[in-house]
């Protein structure tokens, strides 16, 4: 019984011209893959761009098998730049409830709300997760539960959080 290994088509050296001249042909469709993913076709060139790079350098690459290995690989950046936005829209500063607020008003509530998340580096990683869970509606109890601390600590990195953001937006 011979070697599987033996029948595969020889693989192309990393780097080399051979293997960009492998991996090239796929660009169009993965660009068509990437943007319906994505929605925006100039994230997915950026995506489908950083594929080919990985794949450049990829010791390990198989010959036979570079469209799945691109798709795969174009797919999952695709997934991580989601979870990026998702995450991004997840905990940006939402001071500002819709409603009756006038334009002028959520505007300035949005600008101060930006000025507050850029102070959140200050803080402890503890006030930071208390504040956080504060402003998603959480009760301190409630955070402290989740971040499994006591109430006591949990309060206490509340009101340390707060003292240091009122202190924060008053020098600003």
Sequence with gaps: MQDRRNERAPSTRPHSPERWALLVPHRE?????????????????DCVHESLIRALGF???????????????????CVDRHRARS?????????????DAS????????????????HLVQLSPRERAVLRARANGYSVKEAAERLEISLKAAESAFTRGRAKMLALTEAA
């Design 59 to 77: 010791a390990g690459l198989d010959s036979e098998r570079v469209g799945a290995f691109l798709t795969s690989v174009v797919s999952r950046i």
């Design 29 to 45: 469709r993965l660009v068509r893959v990437a943007a319906g993913r994505l929605g925006n076709v100039d994230e997915a060139e």
């Design 87 to 99: 995450r991004a829209r997840r905990t940006a500063p939402r001071l500002w409830v819709a409603g």
């Design 103 to 118: 334009f002028e008003d959520r505007v300035c509530d949005r600008v101060l709300g930006a000025r507050l998340y850029a």
